[in-house]
């Protein structure tokens, strides 16, 4: 199936060492990637339906320090859906006036909920379908714009309904918060002061990150496998929701 990669920051932080780390799995899931990073109300996304291994797009995030607070990547390994853009992670959509995005490992059967709001899937995975039929259940759930707290319980309620159906491993943001929910794995590690140096697992690279950062920084990093080998990841329990916030975790 899919991996899925996210960061959630204090203070707007690059992407470019984890996803490089991340992208060389591209080999194994070569049906499209994408990465979305927001700041302040706006959001770039990048998608490519060719593997992040290959993408020229891909190549350019390697390379391009692009500095965000919050971030949510994909590499695709298609279960549902043809290969094409339409159905490449991460989704995007706008709710109560700011961008949302969404991205989605997993596979989910017989979920086919009825959808009556301006929130309709593009193309035809049911990753998409998930994420309109959650941005549907937000919107009618909450009067106005709710809290972080609030959409925190809000989405720890309607999680398990879609994960009844099969696999839901899944990132959410609006840039304001990192949500990230378990079915069958994801780990996370929040790197703060002191800082050291990190070796990733897939890649001969390392970053000392103690050069690189201010002893106030926080930085949460979310994947579906660990990363890095030299660091403490921790790993999800099965169907644990938790928010990151200014790069800091907390469990629902």
């Not at 959509?93 to 949302?100: A, K, M, Q």
């Not at 790197?191 to 002893?215: C, I, K, N």
Request: net charge negative.
């Amino acid at each position: 199936m899919c991996q899925l990669l996210g960061m959630n920051a204090n203070t707007p932080t690059d992407l470019v060492f984890s996803f490089t780390g991340f992208a060389k799995r591209a080999e194994e899931h070569k049906d499209g990637f994408g990465i979305a990073f927001f700041e302040d109300a706006g959001v770039r996304l990048f998608v490519d339906a060719q593997s992040a291994a290959v993408s020229p797009v891909a190549e350019m995030v390697r390379h391009y320090p692009i500095r965000s607070d919050n971030v949510i990547a994909h590499i695709r390994k298609a279960t549902q859906g043809r290969v094409a853009l339409q159905n490449t992670h991460p989704f995007q959509r706008e709710l109560w006036g700011r961008y949302w995005a969404f991205a989605h490992n997993g596979d989910l059967k017989n979920f086919a909920p009825p959808l009556h709001g301006a929130f309709r899937p593009v193309g035809g995975t049911d990753s998409e379908l998930a994420f309109c039929w959650l941005m549907q259940e937000l919107a009618k759930a909450h009067a106005g714009v709710p809290s972080i707290a609030e959409l925190t319980v809000t989405l720890g309620e309607l999680a398990p309904r879609v994960a009844a159906h099969g696999t839901f491993n899944f990132m959410l943001s609006n840039g304001q918060a990192l949500w990230a929910h378990c079915s069958t794995q994801l780990h996370y590690l929040l790197r703060q002061h002191p800082f050291h140096t990190a070796h990733l697992q897939d890649e001969d690279m390392s970053v000392d990150f103690a050069q690189l950062t201010q002893a106030s920084d926080r930085v949460a990093v979310v994947v579906t496998q660990p990363l890095t080998a030299n660091e403490a990841w921790v790993a999800f329990a099965p169907g644990e929701l938790r928010v990151f916030v200014d790069g800091q975790a907390t469990p629902t």
